[in-house]
């Protein structure tokens, strides 16, 4: 029976594709016959990685993105209700009510909430590269990166009003951001679905490409991020997150610490050494 088990997992496609090369890490959603709809499970194999992502000082840019013609078509219906069986209260308490009451089920939908916090606060550079659908949770995940790379094909859409719902994984807050409180209300009141051209004109995504050509342009794109300067980005971002928020004073005090920080670094002392010797720097992380 346990090797009858074991070859079942092996036969199990991993939810999650992770590969490392030179720096940038990709993660594909793998779930493509539902469009790569999210599921509990899924999203915590997520939310792990991009954890591991955060800390590890060989990633400088993270680029989400799903396997097959779609980006996320929003929750996995199909799963709902299907706990991460890795999550030791989820085991604790599985087939309790006390699991379907308002008070865990508030724990939980928070708690998936960090998947699209870590993309947006993480100290490294985060892309979305969209092709097809970015919906429900799928465009909450894209619009809490630091970018998004669309090819023709893609389309977004909160879908949350649809379904009767308010949204989650911080869509309101980060629509709000990227196109105004007017415009975020009506893609989120109406949820519309808005074209890659469309997007592109509000400030939605960061480029639209021919659908051939997004793989490349948005590789080339992370390759410029990867080869600057980690530190520096790390408090270029912390910066900008917490202008969010907008305390000036506090923002001050942040910018000073964090310029001061940068100006120690073996990065900083190598970009003013390139400057004045007429060559490309090399950052080290250092």
């Excluded at 992770?18 to 990709?26: A, N, V, W």
């Excluded at 996995?76 to 865990?104: F, R, T």
């Excluded at 998004?148 to 379904?163: L, N, P, V």
């Amino acid at each position: 029976m346990a090797l009858a088990v074991e070859l079942v997992d092996l036969m199990t496609p991993p939810p999650i594709l992770s590969r490392l090369e030179d720096g940038i890490l990709t993660l594909e959603l793998n779930n493509p016959t539902v469009r790569n709809a999210l599921s509990q499970p899924m999203g915590a194999v997520l939310q792990r990685e991009l954890r591991d992502a955060a800390n590890d000082p060989g990633v400088r840019v993270v680029v989400l993105t799903g396997v097959g013609d779609s980006f996320c078509a929003g929750a996995d219906v199909s799963k709902l209700g299907v706990l991460d069986p890795n999550d030791k209260v989820s085991a604790k308490w599985a087939g309790d009510p006390i699991m379907s009451g308002m008070e865990q089920r508030g724990l939980r939908i928070k708690g998936n909430g960090e998947t699209a916090t870590l993309l947006h606060t993480m100290g490294k550079p985060t892309i979305a590269m969209v092709r097809g659908p970015a919906a429900g949770a799928g465009m909450s995940m894209a619009i809490a990166c630091d970018f998004r790379y669309a090819s023709e094909t893609a389309f977004f859409t909160s879908a949350f009003s649809r379904i009767g719902a308010s949204g989650d994984l911080g869509c309101a807050y980060y629509l709000q951001q990227l196109v105004g409180p007017t415009k975020a209300r009506e893609l989120l009141m109406l949820s519309d679905k808005v074209t890659a051209d469309e997007a592109l004109r509000i400030g939605l995504v960061s480029k639209v490409v021919k659908d051939e050509e997004l793989l490349a342009e948005t590789m080339a794109f992370a390759r410029r991020l990867a080869d600057g300067p980690p530190i520096a980005l790390r408090y270029i971002k912390a910066n900008l997150v917490a202008a969010e928020g907008f305390n000036m004073d506090a923002y001050l005090d942040q910018e000073a610490r964090n310029i001061i920080r940068c100006f120690q670094t073996e990065d900083s002392k190598e970009a003013i050494a390139a400057f004045q010797e007429k060559r490309a720097p090399v950052f080290r992380g250092l």
